[in-house]
């Protein structure tokens, strides 16, 4: 276990017991995996409250429409782990799926010439497990030949849409990271299915307009490992739907969004591309060849200002966000 994860398990625990955003039924113990309580779970049928009040409701009924998958979640609500990544950045950013101008001020300090936002899903500003409008990767499909989102495709954890000051449009794949920690140097490159992940992907790599640094990397295999194996499809996901001008976009790049506290996460597990810098984030930033096609800011550089200062509509998702994630208010402090 990852020593963010250790810290914020024991935080959270101790949160749940007496934060007025649970209900006192919400404060059991409760069945996560393999029939077993624990107390950073909330009980199941309580699963809804593991999201701001604020959202729940119409949270539930985007996912349910668009049949997203919540990870670890049951009978349509999400997951009751207080951990649990996918939670977290609906907690961050669903909230800001109506309010287009608060979330131009969010973005616009890492896209500066962002003018305005447009809706790009269901009427709303942010879209969530993003998979493409067609099956751009060739991945695998079901007999019924669905593609679910959130489960088995390359899924971004969000999506954002908005026009430049130049007049053109850009897509934002979003990536979030919450407590997430790879350790394992084991390749992925053959599923426990015995299908070999290489042949998936090859043809994007292999072709002259691969969207990563082939002079840089020094094997195709090295991609394979985490969390270079979700980036790695992410950036070619992001690059045929800039091709295809998805939704009229002219460019379509990646955000990665992750905790500066996890430190954890930045370890690299690929061995061999240790070579190309010591964080993940470094080494990614080296093999994207087109380098405003990638970006990555820590949760605390995105969101601090704005919860410890936030605009009147969101003032009470600023209070939730500081209480339940406090340490995303981590650089404003030790800054004063």
Same mark, same amino acid.
Request: proline content about 5%; glycine content about 4%; aromatic content about 12%.
């Given at each position: ?131 493409? &409008?067609?099956?751009? $990767?060739? *991945?695998? !499909?079901?007999?019924?030949?669905? +593609?679910?989102?959130? =489960?088995?495709?390359?899924? #971004? ?114 061995? &061999?591309?240790?070579? $190309?810098? *010591?964080? !993940?984030?470094?080494?990614?930033? +080296?093999?994207?060849? =087109?380098?405003?096609?990638? #970006? ?41």
């Amino acid at each position: 276990m990852g020593k963010f994860l250790e810290a914020e398990r024991q935080r959270l625990v101790e949160l749940k017991k007496h934060t007025s955003y649970l209900s006192d039924a919400a404060r059991s113990e409760g069945v996560y995996k393999k029939g077993k309580t624990h107390p950073i779970c909330l009980p199941r049928s309580h699963a809804d409250e593991n999201l701001f009040s604020g959202i729940r409701a119409a949270a539930q009924a985007y996912f349910s429409k668009f049949e997203i998958k919540w990870h670890d979640g049951q009978t349509g609500k999400p997951s009751n782990h207080l951990c649990d990544s996918q939670v977290c950045c609906v907690n961050f950013l669903f909230p800001f799926y109506d309010q287009p101008e608060a979330l131009a001020e969010l973005l616009r300090p890492v896209f500066p010439d962002l003018a305005r936002m447009l809706p790009i899903e269901n009427g709303q500003y942010v879209a969530f497990e993003w998979i493409g &409008e067609k099956n751009y $990767l060739r *991945e695998k !499909v079901s007999r019924n030949g669905k +593609r679910t989102r959130g =489960a088995n495709f390359t899924s #971004t954890d969000a999506a954002v849409m908005f026009e430049r000051t130049d007049g053109k449009c850009q897509i934002v794949l979003i990536e979030w990271k919450y407590t997430e920690a790879y350790s394992s140097r084991q390749s992925l490159a053959i599923a426990k299915s015995s299908t070999d992940r290489r042949e998936i992907y090859r043809w994007l790599y292999d072709r002259s307009d691969c969207p990563l640094d082939k002079r840089t990397l020094p094997s195709f295999d090295a991609l394979f490992y985490e969390p270079f194996y979700q980036l790695m499809r992410q950036q070619f996901l992001a690059h045929e739907m800039e091709i295809a001008h998805e939704l009229g976009a002219d460019r379509v790049s990646v955000l990665h969004i992750e905790p500066a506290q996890n430190t954890d996460f930045q370890r690299v597990t690929s061995p &061999e591309l240790m070579c $190309l810098g *010591e964080t !993940v984030i470094d080494v990614w930033q +080296r093999l994207v060849a =087109a380098q405003d096609r990638f #970006t990555s800011i820590s949760t605390e550089a995105l969101f601090g200002r704005m919860v410890a200062n936030p605009a009147p509509e969101m003032l009470a998702w600023a209070d939730y966000i500081g209480t339940r994630y406090p340490w995303v208010l981590h650089d404003l402090q030790t800054q004063s």
